[in-house]
């Protein structure tokens, strides 16, 4: 039977490195189709719509919208740009029929670039090539252009691949040209391309209803909704579905509401027919990769796999004694069933209950999944304690195996050295050194997913937060032996109380502080880090003893330096394996283990 495809359809994928520019473009197709009206109060970077993504600036999940254009409509699914949430990417791929790879001007394709193509270009999709940023002063636009055919190469991308399209866009301006020295004032350019180069969606119209979930979402009203691509048939309201998990019939449901994608809004619809993507709901079972299909002729499609974790963290119930004082959710049943929830909506975490019956074990792609996991929980009122990320190893062949990563730094020449030796200590081995000449250098490792851990907030200091920082999981590597942690020891509170400024100055040349004056302490809880390798018990809480004498100057101001202070990922690479992190709604603190 031929297939038959929906010339009035394209569904589009948005794949890039994180902070390349892909929702600010999104943001600009969409004023420019209409979206929005003229007057409209609209927010910066629109698709970026969780409290999380705005603050850090980055996409965390992927989302979709829809413009239409000239009577076509477009499906268009914003995608995160970093490795962490490379899962997010591979799922949502399974919904389109061709991707728009962008580049930063001046940057160049990146790891994450290198993961998204390499996954795109394995499932066929054709892809639009656009340059973006064209605007900036060190722009180059000619090598990067030969960095994106050479990309291409490497991921030995077919002959018809390597025939795409290229633009040069300004996303702040909204504006897409086919020449980098020409003249624009729209993205006309960059829709015309998704017209002509995207196919169609195609379909057997003989085929039953298959429809494949790739993403979930949740609605106080009408519960769990999922979301994904009609791949063929049709899908109705009320309509009866067959539910299939792994390729076995797992129940039947009837669908009390169906969704369609216009703008940024989800709009009911009676029916959605096959290409299109569509959101359902009624089916309290459904997860992701599942296939929803006619009950009389049930023909489930592939179930969606993503990469397997590399790091894992035990999350526990917070047992310091300024437990329960900031936060609402305490117990491990709240912290079970928060994480039992997380695993409905992200296919590439786990969960296991460890021996402890208040601990549970957490893997995931990279820390940054973690921390932003963790954040989230504690915005939501949770309180916890997290031991040090470890590594998943494996055995193949009888061989023990660790997660290796690509490192790509971007330093000024003048911190080349340090950053090599820091490499070179956590096993790191340099494969590529490039100088554009411009008085930048990139550097390639490949290090074990161990050393990178407390290397990120080292590197920062080391090159004075001029440094460019991207890794990628690359495979696995055999086991390196030990890599050297944090160089020196900490100053640990040896009892209750509240820390004393008298105390603190006095503490101040062994090191670095980290609690501010009136700040509650426990013995147990770190304050400081040691200017040595040894950890060392204190008394924070001293104060100065009182006397009727008087002296000049006894009495003068104490100057005390400002403390240091932990973001979440700070604080999960600065710990070693007997200490933890105690994260509420309003503190991270540093402690050691009970019994350590």
Same mark, same amino acid.
């Given at each position: 039977m031929p297939m038959t495809s929906r010339e009035d359809l394209r569904n589009i994928a948005i794949i890039a490195h994180v902070d390349h520019g892909k929702t600010t473009l999104v943001d600009a197709m969409l004023w420019q189709s209409g979206v929005f009206r003229e007057n409209q109060?609209?927010?910066?970077? &629109?698709?970026?719509? /969780?409290?999380?993504?705005?603050?850090?600036? &980055? !996409?965390?999940? $992927?989302?979709?919208?829809?413009?239409f254009y000239q009577g076509i409509k477009i499906n268009i699914v914003d995608t995160p740009g970093h490795a962490d949430f490379g899962g997010e990417v591979e799922r949502t791929l399974n919904m389109?029929?061709?991707?728009?790879?962008?580049?930063?001007? !001046?940057?160049?394709?990146?790891?994450?670039?290198?993961?998204?193509?390499?996954?795109?270009?394995?499932?066929?999709?054709?892809?639009?090539?656009v340059i973006n940023k064209i605007d900036r002063p060190d722009r180059r636009i000619s090598a990067v252009l030969d960095e994106i055919y050479d990309l291409?190469?490497?991921? =030995? $991308? $077919?002959?018809?691949?390597?025939?795409?399209?290229?633009?040069?866009?300004?996303?702040?301006?909204? &504006?897409?040209l086919t020449d980098p020295e020409g003249t624009g004032k729209d993205l006309i350019p960059l829709f015309e391309a998704i017209r002509t180069s995207i196919p169609a969606p195609a379909f057997d119209p003989e085929m039953p209803l298959q429809f494949l979930v790739t993403n979930l979402d949740y609605s106080d009203y009408v519960g769990r909704i999922a979301v994904g691509k009609v791949v063929s048939g049709a899908i109705r309201q009320r309509q009866e579905v067959a539910l299939m998990k792994n390729g076995l019939m797992a129940g039947q449901a009837i669908l009390s509401q169906l969704y369609t994608y216009e703008g940024l809004n989800r709009v009911e619809r009676e029916q959605v027919e096959a290409g299109d993507i569509a959101a359902v709901a009624g089916v309290p079972d459904v997860f992701i990769g599942d296939t929803l299909g006619d009950p009389l002729d049930p023909r489930p499609l592939p179930t969606i796999t993503v990469e397997e974790p590399t790091l894992s963290m035990v999350f526990s119930v917070n047992s310091s004694p300024l437990a329960g004082k900031e936060g609402r959710l305490l117990t491990s049943r709240h912290i079970k069933e928060?994480?039992?929830?997380?695993?409905?909506?992200?296919?590439?975490?786990?969960?296991?209950?460890? =021996?402890?019956?208040?601990?549970?074990k957490v893997s995931a792609r990279g820390e940054l999944q973690l921390a932003v996991l963790v954040e989230m929980m504690r915005r939501e009122g949770f309180e916890l304690s997290l031991s040090k990320p470890r590594i998943? !190893?494996?055995?193949?062949?009888?061989?023990? /195996? #660790?997660?290796?990563?690509?490192?790509?730094?971007?330093?000024? #020449?003048?911190?080349?050295?340090?950053?090599?030796?820091?490499?070179? $200590?956590?096993?790191?081995?340099?494969t590529k050194m490039i100088n554009h000449g411009s008085g930048r250098v990139r550097? =390639?490792?490949? &290090?074990?997913?161990?050393?990178?851990?407390?290397?990120?907030?080292?590197?920062?200091?080391? !090159?004075?937060?001029?440094g460019l920082f991207n890794t990628l999981v690359i495979g696995h590597t055999p086991y390196a032996g030990a890599i050297p942690s944090r160089p020196n020891g900490v100053l640990v509170s040896d009892r209750s109380g509240k820390a004393v400024a008298y105390a603190i100055f006095h503490l101040q040349p062994r090191g670095t502080i980290f609690v501010s004056p009136n700040d509650p302490v426990y013995d147990g809880l770190i304050v400081g880090e040691n200017s040595r390798s040894e950890d060392i018990r204190v008394n924070i809480t001293k104060e100065k003893k009182l006397t009727n004498l008087r002296a000049s100057g006894a009495d003068e101001a104490l100057r005390l330096v400002p403390p240091r202070r932990f973001t979440l990922e700070q604080a999960m690479e600065y710990i070693n394996d007997d200490e933890q992190v105690e994260v509420t709604p309003q503190s991270i603190r540093l402690r050691k283990m009970k019994g350590r």
């Amino acid at each position: 039977m031929p297939m038959t495809s929906r010339e009035d359809l394209r569904n589009i994928a948005i794949i890039a490195h994180v902070d390349h520019g892909k929702t600010t473009l999104v943001d600009a197709m969409l004023w420019q189709s209409g979206v929005f009206r003229e007057n409209q109060q609209v927010a910066e970077r &629109i698709m970026d719509s /969780m409290d999380l993504e705005r603050e850090k600036g &980055i !996409t965390i999940m $992927a989302k979709n919208t829809a413009i239409f254009y000239q009577g076509i409509k477009i499906n268009i699914v914003d995608t995160p740009g970093h490795a962490d949430f490379g899962g997010e990417v591979e799922r949502t791929l399974n919904m389109v029929d061709g991707v728009m790879l962008l580049v930063d001007a !001046t940057e160049g394709p990146l790891p994450q670039t290198r993961f998204v193509l390499g996954k795109a270009l394995e499932r066929k999709l054709p892809p639009i090539v656009v340059i973006n940023k064209i605007d900036r002063p060190d722009r180059r636009i000619s090598a990067v252009l030969d960095e994106i055919y050479d990309l291409f190469i490497d991921l =030995e $991308a $077919a002959e018809d691949q390597l025939d795409f399209p290229i633009l040069y866009t300004n996303a702040r301006a909204g &504006i897409a040209l086919t020449d980098p020295e020409g003249t624009g004032k729209d993205l006309i350019p960059l829709f015309e391309a998704i017209r002509t180069s995207i196919p169609a969606p195609a379909f057997d119209p003989e085929m039953p209803l298959q429809f494949l979930v790739t993403n979930l979402d949740y609605s106080d009203y009408v519960g769990r909704i999922a979301v994904g691509k009609v791949v063929s048939g049709a899908i109705r309201q009320r309509q009866e579905v067959a539910l299939m998990k792994n390729g076995l019939m797992a129940g039947q449901a009837i669908l009390s509401q169906l969704y369609t994608y216009e703008g940024l809004n989800r709009v009911e619809r009676e029916q959605v027919e096959a290409g299109d993507i569509a959101a359902v709901a009624g089916v309290p079972d459904v997860f992701i990769g599942d296939t929803l299909g006619d009950p009389l002729d049930p023909r489930p499609l592939p179930t969606i796999t993503v990469e397997e974790p590399t790091l894992s963290m035990v999350f526990s119930v917070n047992s310091s004694p300024l437990a329960g004082k900031e936060g609402r959710l305490l117990t491990s049943r709240h912290i079970k069933e928060r994480l039992d929830k997380e695993l409905l909506y992200n296919v590439s975490i786990g969960v296991e209950q460890t =021996e402890q019956s208040d601990s549970f074990k957490v893997s995931a792609r990279g820390e940054l999944q973690l921390a932003v996991l963790v954040e989230m929980m504690r915005r939501e009122g949770f309180e916890l304690s997290l031991s040090k990320p470890r590594i998943i !190893t494996r055995e193949i062949n009888g061989q023990l /195996m #660790e997660p290796l990563e690509l490192a790509v730094i971007d330093v000024p #020449e003048g911190y080349v050295g340090v950053v090599s030796e820091k490499l070179s $200590a956590r096993r790191g081995r340099m494969t590529k050194m490039i100088n554009h000449g411009s008085g930048r250098v990139r550097l =390639e490792f490949e &290090i074990p997913s161990r050393g990178l851990i407390g290397l990120r907030s080292q590197f920062l200091t080391d !090159t004075r937060g001029t440094g460019l920082f991207n890794t990628l999981v690359i495979g696995h590597t055999p086991y390196a032996g030990a890599i050297p942690s944090r160089p020196n020891g900490v100053l640990v509170s040896d009892r209750s109380g509240k820390a004393v400024a008298y105390a603190i100055f006095h503490l101040q040349p062994r090191g670095t502080i980290f609690v501010s004056p009136n700040d509650p302490v426990y013995d147990g809880l770190i304050v400081g880090e040691n200017s040595r390798s040894e950890d060392i018990r204190v008394n924070i809480t001293k104060e100065k003893k009182l006397t009727n004498l008087r002296a000049s100057g006894a009495d003068e101001a104490l100057r005390l330096v400002p403390p240091r202070r932990f973001t979440l990922e700070q604080a999960m690479e600065y710990i070693n394996d007997d200490e933890q992190v105690e994260v509420t709604p309003q503190s991270i603190r540093l402690r050691k283990m009970k019994g350590r």
